[in-house]
């Protein structure tokens, strides 16, 4: 005789309290990439059949991996050489480049300082004030040469230089800061409208950074192109540490993946995000990309190839902050061209080169062939992933130890 056993309350899975840091005072538990891993599928794909191709408004991307709009990454040469291989990159309109005649000089100054002078002698090359002029030519150089020109701004500077990169002829428009969100107050007067200046604008406008269910609703419902994903994980940000603000990658991209589906479901008009921050290696692509993101904004990956106005070195936007400094420059060498880094082949044993052939292999044992396909393949909370049964790798770092 069988005898009945009633299930225990593990079994029936009743739904679990939240988590808490202290009586009375909630807290959400939330995954970064290196705390999660892609399930292979019982039926695999060959990765030459895997589509990598992705859209934002009428223009349509090959490889889904966007440079940073920071002026270690992106000149206008780097930026072309990005376009040929089927990437995009984004030029910072209040960078070096729209402030300086040679900002090569510049460049080469700001990489050979000490790191105890580096961040005073940025903030003094960050004064210099952005010139209509030179927005202008960079745009059309980029134009000229037949590339995708995209251009960033942050929210405070987008009224004014919005209509200069458009005549210019910048082919999309970037608003971006370290927050973006469509209802931003402030007692010293009104704010600025992602709403109207994206209502104004004659070219897609992608948005960021949210990393919030409610934030990304709001941006999308305001008319964004496209939304950037992450507050603090990039290589050269230190917005975490100075502010404590942000939202481990995995659990961001997510969540702002959930808020572009509602959207979808209701308008019919399918928004891409790309996961901006914390993207080093292919499994790093792959995993953002599962979570929901439509491709990724690379920084310090890029910052290594030769091409790179860096020079080896790389360091975030708001590192020359005038008042509140919150990156840093780093040393990333130089390890390869764009062309290894993105297409292979690859000469390193680390994931960090041939990122595209490592997102096709990915895509293809989990048994995709696009982009959003991947967005719904199995997902593991596996904090060892990284680690199990790489003890000698790291020990000798190498491979996944360095």
Known sequence: MIESIAPTKDVLRTPAEPDAIGRNRPARRAYGLDEIALAPASATVDPSDVDLAWSVGRYRVALPFIASAMDSVVDVHSATALSRLGAVAVLNLEGLQTRYDDPAAVLVELTAASGEDVVPLMQRCYQRPVRDELIAARIRALVDAGALAAVSMTPGSAARLVPAAEQAGAHILVIQSTVVTDAHSSSRGRSVSIREVIAQANVPVMVGNCVGFDAAAALLDAGAAGLFVGVGPGAACTSRRVLGVGVPQATAIADVAAARDAFHTRSGRYIPIVADGGIATGGDVAKAIACGADAVMLGSALARASEA????????????????????????????????????????DDGTQNLAEALRTAMGMCGVRTIQEMHAVEILIAPALATEGKALQFSQRVGQGR
């Open 309 to 348: 106005p860096g020079r080896g070195y790389h360091w975030g936007m708001a590192t020359p902050h005038a008042a509140l400094p919150r990156g840093t420059r780093i040393k990333v060498g130089t390890t390869g061209t764009l062309e290894q880094i993105l297409l292979g082949p690859a000469q390193t």
